[in-house]
């Protein structure tokens, strides 16, 4: 199992800005952790509401010791972090639920969010900043403010949450199976992923940049890639996009 290390700030703008501009010194497994964020964000450069103590404000440093780790399974990553949390979540009487590619979800609300961001030079991969966000003592008056629906934990079971102690058991349980999945892939994890997705068989929008892809969530294939068919006789594969739940 990978040993990871983790390396606590009171305030930082992001803990994947902090882990990007310093990716050099950090080591594979490090984790940045800020009690609180300034500029917290996630995909799309939307903000990620973190400006508040209790909570999980992380970011994972990627930096594998394989001979071709351009080869390796990296995104597929994200989704065992998200799995991970699901987890953590079920030991509080939580039972998650996952939007493609690697939202978290209590009762249709957001309660955890990722962005992985890669450091490619030329040919040489650098490193990957694996960032994560879990709303876990947010109260109602904050949530309101959120601009999605959104909840916490501490919400959820109506008593606060030791943010710590949910670090600590969450991180061990993601690096003991880190190097298994980049050796295995995403069919290692691909069942109980499937599992956790309410929105197979339900009409999605993908978006892309200015792109947008319409169809029915059919399944998650061995690469964790979104399978939509977009006409009777097609279906089509989708590796990277933001999903977006039809009416």
């Known amino acids: 199992m990978v040993r990871h290390r983790v390396i606590r700030f009171a305030e930082l703008d992001s803990t994947n800005r902090h882990a990007l501009a310093n990716l050099t010194e950090l ?5 940045i952790q800020a009690d609180i964020q300034t500029a917290g964000h996630g995909r799309m450069n939307r903000p990620w509401v973190s400006h508040l103590p209790g909570n999980l404000c992380l970011t994972l440093v990627i930096k594998p010791r394989h001979a ?27 039972r998650a639920t996952l939007k493609w590619p ?14 992985a961001e890669t450091v ?24 309101a403010t959120v601009s999605q629906p959104a909840t916490s934990l501490s919400e959820w079971t109506g008593s606060p ?4 102690a949910f670090r600590d058991a969450l991180l061990e349980m993601f690096f003991r199976e880190r ?40 399944d998650v294939d061995l690469e964790g ?15 990277i996009g933001e999903m977006f739940l039809g009416s």
């Open 27 to 31: 080591a594979d497994g490090d984790v």
């Open 68 to 94: 071709a780790p351009a080869s390796l399974p990296l995104a597929n990553l994200s989704q065992l972090l998200a799995l991970t949390v699901c987890r953590m979540l079920d030991g509080h009487g939580a």
């Open 102 to 115: 690697n939202d978290v979800l209590l009762d249709g609300r957001k309660i955890a969010g990722l962005l």
């Open 120 to 143: 490619v030079q030329g040919h040489t991969f650098g490193g990957m900043a694996l960032g994560l966000g879990v709303n876990l003592n947010l109260d109602a008056a904050t949530l």
């Open 161 to 164: 949450v030791d943010a710590d």
């Open 179 to 218: 190097d298994a999945l980049l050796e295995h892939g995403f069919g290692l994890i691909r069942d109980e992923y499937l599992a956790r997705c309410g929105f197979l068989g339900r009409e999605v929008e993908i978006r892309r940049g200015t792109e947008s892809l319409r169809g029915i969530a059919e």
């Open 225 to 239: 890639a979104l399978m939509i068919r977009t006409a009777p006789d097609r279906i089509e594969p989708v590796a």
